[in-house]
Nanobody, 121 residues
């Protein structure tokens, strides 16, 4: 069984920084894309950033220049460094991984439970 566990969320003042981590565990054979989404109350879930296994990155326009995604394939971990945080960044941040697990014949999407990020003004 595959699990994604996020950590690193919390309360921070506007202009501050946080670093999120997501560790994947279980019967994982191979990763494809890993990334971060967020969901604020009353809003749809939206892509923040993702990264392919080869290292290509994709960022939402609202975080370009402020957030940096990285991953350590040897540790099955993806990170999100968030700088210059704004109150509108407040949301639950969820980790997502497209991966192949043992017993499966195709890549499937897995999600973490999410970690709360709150930015005060």
């Amino acid at each position: 069984q595959v699990q994604l566990v996020e950590s690193g969320g919390g309360l921070v003042q506007a202009g501050g920084s946080l670093r999120l981590s997501c560790v994947a565990s279980g019967s994982i054979l191979r990763f494809n894309t890993m990334g971060w989404y967020r969901q604020a109350p009353g809003k749809q879930r939206e892509l923040v950033a993702d990264m392919t296994r080869a290292g290509s990155t994709n960022y939402a326009d609202f975080v370009k220049g402020r957030y940096t995604i990285s991953r350590d394939n040897s540790k099955n971990t993806v990170y999100l460094q968030m700088n210059s945080l704004k109150p509108e960044d407040t949301a639950v941040y969820l980790c997502n991984a497209d991966l192949l697990s043992s017993g499966s014949r195709r890549y499937l999407d897995f999600w973490g439970q999410g970690t709360q990020v709150t930015v005060s003004s």
